[in-house]
């Protein structure tokens, strides 16, 4: 097991360098000069020579991208130019939006797929299986921001039992916090835990057609004990790695969501910065985003391994 | 649901918005670049079937356009994933165990780190925004997943007894890999085309959704819900449309996709269900 986590530290490693370097020459590719693009068509010759200074543009590419890296293993992710303060300190403060909204909505999304997709793999053919397998074919298909739009049309506008948007901010208490991540943590979830769903069922239908659960019943089981005892845990596996593979898809659901209920979280950080030119915070955003995507991965790799031995060979 | 009343349940939902969208090219009801205010906010009915929005626009038309771009969208990302995945998927599983296959699937690893949003963010901060950036991002984000599916479809091929007669026959690893892998994976690219092409129409919506894909005058189903927004308190109908749009559409193509992994491959039946 020692082996394999130190094989999988290296490539966890290698794969940040790489992707830093992909990101990193995706904005160098710009044409023309960054300080230039970032500051317009109409700056003024001494307002961008000061931006290249400040960038540290004079620098070789080398230089640079050594200075970049360097810094963010540092926790330094460079200066936003357009709002004068450390990016670190931008990111912390819409991080306290958007993780707590991820983590909701992977609550909530095992929290509605285990028990659906466990309850259609077993009543399997009955009626209950195929509307729920209906259902998620359903969930699939809607779009998190469209669905999150609907939510708000339904519980905003006409119940009034939520705001439409907006944060109140975590110092107004965990409650009122909390209630405005409710919708948008349902929209995340819902079309997720329609995926999970699906694979939960699939997965648990083939486990209990393995031997061991035969061998459970023959042993005086009830189907009920044999698919808490032995299948959930088994048939949980494969549940695993979709979850891991569905976390990009939920950063980037939040990104989007985020502008439907105008939360103050990355994704809105981002867009602005994007509308304001402002290179330094949008580089640094998507290596961050990118270098989580990578974590979960490195994560679900482990924690598998550490579930099945079979695994840790390779 | 069997296989088969999927197959043509989706495919019939497919074909409506792919010959709604077809026939955008020679006709719709409305222009759909002129805005007419004194027409703004009809209701459904008379002149126009589905109401009109708030710059006097018919709904029908602009849906019909967006069908348009949402499907070419999709298709091209799709064609880019599959015509730079499927060969590196040959290539790694011709090549099994060797360096370059470890290159090329560490290479997939690597690209599935970058969630087509953010291939989309990168792209657009440096070139700005129009529609080729969402058909690179989801076409960037095909790739390894195509290169996955059709390597490990040839990796069970190539220990097959009639590969290994090609090769005494005095076939190289290329021409193997076109003549007799590729056809035989065939069926599995097409099942795995339709879901990207699905997945496609999904993410195309929420990147112009974001103001990431087809730019205005453009009518696209993502812009159009972003439009609607601030509409949704007054004319739901606006917000719900191009949604339902939406929905029907990758419906459609799921349930495609599932009736036609049925229908191609036999062996995939059990696990399906």
């Not at chain 1, 079309?191 to 699906?198: G, S, T």
């Not at chain 1, 939040?254 to 502008?259: L, T």
């Not at chain 2, 006097?56 to 069908?67: I, K, N, Q, T």
Request: proline share 5%; charged share 15%.
């Amino acid at each position: 097991m020692l082996r394999f986590t130190l094989l999988r530290l290296l490539s966890l490693g290698l794969s940040l360098a790489v992707a830093s370097l992909v990101i990193f020459a995706v904005i160098e590719v710009i044409p023309g000069d960054p300080a230039a693009f970032m500051l317009g068509l109409n700056a003024e010759p001494e307002a961008v020579a000061s931006l290249r200074r400040e960038l540290g543009l004079s620098g070789s590419l080398a230089d640079r991208y050594i200075s970049w890296a360097g810094g963010m293993l540092r926790g330094d992710f460079g200066q936003s130019y357009t709002y004068r303060v450390p990016v670190a300190d931008l990111v912390a403060q819409r991080l306290v939006v958007s993780l707590p909204l991820a983590a909701y909505a992977l609550t909530l999304t095992v929290l509605i797929a285990v028990p659906v997709g466990l309850a259609a793999a077993a009543r399997r053919g009955s009626a209950a299986d195929y509307g729920i397998m209906g259902a998620t074919q359903l969930g699939i298909a809607v779009p998190n921001f469209w669905f999150a739009m609907l939510l708000v049309l339904v519980f905003a506008v006409n119940l009034r039992w939520f705001s439409a948007g907006g944060f109140p901010g975590w110092e107004a208490g965990l409650f009122p916090g909390l209630k405005a991540l409710t919708l948008p943590a349902v929209a995340l979830a819902l079309p997720q835990a329609a995926i999970l769903a699906r694979v939960m069922r699939s997965a648990l239908i083939e486990t209990l057609g393995q031997d061991y659960i035969r061998s459970a019943r023959a042993k005086g089981l009830s189907r009920a004990q044999a698919i808490r005892r032995h299948a959930l845990r088994n048939a949980l596996i494969p549940v695993l790695t979709i979850m891991g593979l569905q976390f990009s898809f939920l950063l980037a659901g939040a990104i989007i969501i985020e502008n439907v209920f105008f939360l103050p979280g990355l994704g809105r950080l981002i867009f602005q910065a994007i509308t304001q030119r402002d290179l330094v915070v949008v580089e640094s955003v998507v290596m961050l985003l990118v270098f989580a995507v990578i974590l979960v991965t490195f994560v679900v790799d482990l924690a598998y391994a550490a579930v099945d031995p079979r695994l840790r060979r390779r | 649901m069997t296989g088969r009343v999927q197959l043509y349940a989706g495919g019939m939902l497919s074909a409506v918005f792919l010959v709604a969208a077809a026939v955008s090219l020679v006709w719709v009801p409305h222009d759909v670049a002129a805005l007419n205010i004194a027409e703004r906010l009809r209701p459904p009915g008379g002149d126009y079937v589905l109401g009109t929005d708030q710059f006097g626009r018919d709904l029908l038309s602009m849906l019909m356009v967006g069908a348009r771009s949402s499907i070419a969208v999709a298709l091209v990302a799709v064609g880019i994933g599959m015509g730079l995945g499927v060969p590196l998927g040959l290539i790694a599983a011709a090549n099994r165990g060797s360096l370059i296959d470890e290159i090329i699937m560490r290479g997939n690893d690597l690209i599935f780190a970058f969630p087509a949003l953010v291939i989309a963010i990168l792209i657009t901060a440096v070139f700005g925004p129009s529609a080729v950036n969402a058909i690179l991002a989801i076409g960037i984000f095909n790739i390894p997943v195509f290169a996955r599916v059709t390597r490990g479809g040839a990796l069970s091929l190539w220990t097959l007894d009639y590969i290994l007669a090609a090769r005494v026959a005095g076939k190289g690893p290329a021409r193997i890999s076109v003549e007799h892998i590729l056809p035989n994976i065939a069926n599995l690219l097409i099942v795995q085309g339709t879901i990207q092409f699905s997945l496609g129409i999904l993410a195309e919506a929420g990147l112009s959704y974001v103001g990431l894909g087809a730019q205005p005058p453009t009518p696209s189903w993502g812009r159009m819900l972003a439009e609607a927004q601030t509409m949704i308190y007054t004319t739901p109908r606006l917000a719900i449309l191009p949604g339902l749009a939406i929905v029907l559409m990758v419906l459609g193509l799921n349930l495609m996709g599932d009736g036609l992994r049925d229908a191609l491959d036999p062996r995939l039946r059990r696990a399906a269900r």
